[in-house]
C-alpha cells in the first residue's frame, strides 16, 4: 500500500498528448536510457533519447528519438551512427569520450515533422534534422540515404 494525501481538485487532470506541429524548436537533451531490448528481438537494443523544449509557446515539451545501436540490420545502426553524429557535431561534441551525459543541456535545434500513426497508435512527431542552436544545418536528410563505408564501432560497443 502507498499512503499519501492527495486532493485532486488541487491539481487538473493531464490532457492528451499531441504531436507538436511541424516547424523548429529549440531543444536541449535531458535525458538518455540504454541500451535496452527491443521487444520484436532482444538482441537489438537502442538508446532512448529525452529533448526538452527550452522557449516558445511549447517550452517544457518532451521529443523522444531512438537510436538502435545494436541491431542484426546494419543499415538500422548505420542511421543511429548518423543521427548520433548529427546530434554530437549539433552541440559542438565531436567525441564523446565517457558517457552521453556530455551532450546533455546543450542546445540545438530538431526540425521536426509528424509521422502518421499505425497499427493503433497515435500519430508521433518524427526528427527530420538536427541543426546548431543558431539554425545551421547540418544536412542530416544524409540520415536516411546509404554508404558503402564500413560502420564503426559505437561508444559503448568493446
Given at each position: 500500500m502507498v499512503k499519501m494525501h492527495f486532493d485532486a481538485d488541487k491539481v487538473e487532470p493531464i490532457g492528451v498528448f499531441e504531436p507538436l506541429p511541424i516547424g523548429e524548436y529549440l531543444v536541449t537533451m535531458t535525458k538518455t536510457s540504454g541500451p535496452s531490448p527491443s521487444k520484436k528481438n532482444p538482441d537489438n537494443k537502442y538508446i532512448q533519447?529525452?529533448?526538452?523544449?527550452?522557449?516558445?509557446?511549447?517550452?517544457?515539451?518532451?521529443?523522444?528519438?531512438?537510436l538502435n545501436v545494436i541491431n542484426t540490420n546494419d543499415k538500422a545502426v548505420e542511421i543511429a551512427q548518423k543521427k548520433l553524429s548529427a546530434i554530437t557535431r549539433s552541440v559542438g561534441v565531436h567525441q564523446i569520450q565517457e558517457d552521453m551525459d556530455e551532450l546533455k543541456g546543450k542546445p540545438l535545434v530538431l526540425k521536426l515533422g509528424i509521422r502518421?500513426?499505425?497499427?493503433?497508435?497515435?500519430?508521433?512527431?518524427?526528427?527530420?534534422?538536427?541543426?546548431?542552436?543558431t539554425g545551421k544545418s547540418l544536412q542530416t536528410n544524409a540520415i536516411e540515404s546509404s554508404t558503402s563505408e564500413p560502420t564503426q564501432k559505437m561508444p559503448w560497443e568493446k
Amino acid at each position: 500500500m502507498v499512503k499519501m494525501h492527495f486532493d485532486a481538485d488541487k491539481v487538473e487532470p493531464i490532457g492528451v498528448f499531441e504531436p507538436l506541429p511541424i516547424g523548429e524548436y529549440l531543444v536541449t537533451m535531458t535525458k538518455t536510457s540504454g541500451p535496452s531490448p527491443s521487444k520484436k528481438n532482444p538482441d537489438n537494443k537502442y538508446i532512448q533519447v529525452e529533448f526538452t523544449v527550452i522557449d516558445g509557446k511549447y517550452k517544457n515539451r518532451v521529443i523522444f528519438d531512438f537510436l538502435n545501436v545494436i541491431n542484426t540490420n546494419d543499415k538500422a545502426v548505420e542511421i543511429a551512427q548518423k543521427k548520433l553524429s548529427a546530434i554530437t557535431r549539433s552541440v559542438g561534441v565531436h567525441q564523446i569520450q565517457e558517457d552521453m551525459d556530455e551532450l546533455k543541456g546543450k542546445p540545438l535545434v530538431l526540425k521536426l515533422g509528424i509521422r502518421k500513426g499505425t497499427d493503433g497508435f497515435d500519430d508521433q512527431n518524427d526528427i527530420k534534422e538536427y541543426k546548431t542552436a543558431t539554425g545551421k544545418s547540418l544536412q542530416t536528410n544524409a540520415i536516411e540515404s546509404s554508404t558503402s563505408e564500413p560502420t564503426q564501432k559505437m561508444p559503448w560497443e568493446k
